[in-house]
């Protein structure tokens, strides 16, 4: 069974610091996803890595995917009230189409 | 373009009750998944369809989930004899082809009293 941990579960912070979410797992996956999800809403798609060691950029956020494509991080910079939200990573795993969701770190920026 | 709807939004229903949940993908994706979120955790895989036929039902709980999608766009997430454990909210989400990245519904939030 493929586990994806993340950590903090929850983190509240003031509007303009910055924040690392960690997404670790034991599985290798053929991709990995970052979601946010508002309350009420589905998940919403925030960015895809597939190579072991790319980083992608959107705008502050920074999602870099671990070189043995076991593990990620999303970095935000200077926080805003707007990032408020369940942030959720998924794996995608290697010869099956469904994702295996992170447990979801619970983010709440004030201002 | 329209994204992935789901209806309805909500459902309260009583325990041993049948209830029907309906996915609407976006137009021209070709796989179309469903999963379940309990509250506090992410979603739970349940079911992918690819065209009109489930390519894999692992993460169904028991026999009394069933889905269909008989015409390769629409699916019917049916659930039969509901208990109070069923209460949740289910997602669908779609996909174009064999790409990962899936893009979800709204999701129905089922209420089992």
């Known amino acids: 069974t493929q586990l994806l941990e993340q950590s903090p579960q929850f983190l509240s912070i003031q509007e303009g610091e910055n924040l690392t979410v960690y997404c670790n797992s034991s599985?290798?996956?053929?991709?990995l996803q970052w979601y946010r999800q508002e309350p009420g809403e589905g998940p919403v798609l925030l960015v895809t890595?597939?190579?072991?060691?790319e980083v992608k950029k959107l705008k502050r956020l920074t999602f870099q995917f671990g070189d043995a494509r076991k593990d990620s991080s999303l970095h935000i910079t200077a926080a805003q009230p707007g990032d408020t939200g369940l942030y959720l990573c998924?794996?995608?795993?290697?010869?099956?189409?469904?994702?295996?969701f992170g447990t979801g770190t619970r983010l709440l920026v004030s201002p | 373009g329209a994204g992935v709807s789901q209806t309805p939004s909500n459902k309260v229903t009583e325990k041993g009750k049948y209830v029907e949940l309906r996915c609407d993908p976006i137009s021209g994706h070709t796989a179309l998944y469903w999963y379940r979120q309990s509250l506090g955790q992410g979603p739970e895989f349940l079911i992918y369809?690819?065209?009109?036929?489930?390519?894999?039902d692992s993460g169904l709980p028991n026999d009394r989930f069933f889905a269909v999608r008989p015409e390769g766009s629409v699916s019917t997430l049916k659930i039969q004899r509901t208990e109070r454990g069923d209460s949740a909210v289910y997602l669908c989400a779609s996909s174009f082809g064999g790409s990962d990245e899936q893009f979800f519904g709204p999701g129905t939030r089922l209420t089992v009293l």
């Open positions: 890595v597939v190579t072991g060691g």
């Open positions: 998924a794996g995608a795993v290697t010869g099956f189409q469904k994702l295996v």
């Open positions: 599985s290798v996956f053929s991709s």
């Open positions: 369809f690819q065209g009109t036929g489930a390519a894999d």
